[in-house]
């Protein structure tokens, strides 16, 4: 695994940061790419060959693209949360056990 990949040899600011960037990119990504992918969609097909000659296609590729990052940084958030929550619990313990560095 590369080292920047690896979560827990981060700060837990670091990490805290990552999601709050994270979940600030996913919601500017995917605000209304449902309804726009879908305009596209049906921009296609009903237009056809004229439709990709007037870049519905490429515009269909950066939907994609969008998607495709809404989703790194979904799972970048999801990881931060587990990671987070991992030290978490690992600093909390049942009654007279000491503390699991």
């Not at 919601?27 to 519905?56: D, K, P």
């Not at 990052?69 to 949360?81: N, T």
Request: aromatic share 10%.
């Amino acid at each position: 695994m590369m080292r920047w990949l690896d979560l827990g040899r981060c700060h837990w600011t670091v990490l805290i940061l990552c999601m709050c960037t994270a979940s600030v990119v996913f919601a500017w990504n995917t605000y209304g790419l449902v309804s726009l992918s879908m305009a596209n969609i049906r921009f296609l097909e009903s237009h056809g060959i004229v439709a990709v000659m007037e870049g519905g296609l490429l515009q269909f590729l950066l939907i994609g693209a969008k998607g495709l990052i809404a989703l790194f940084s979904y799972l970048l958030f999801k990881g931060s949360e587990i990671e987070l929550m991992q030290r978490w619990r690992s600093r909390i313990s049942p009654r007279g056990q000491p503390p699991r560095d």
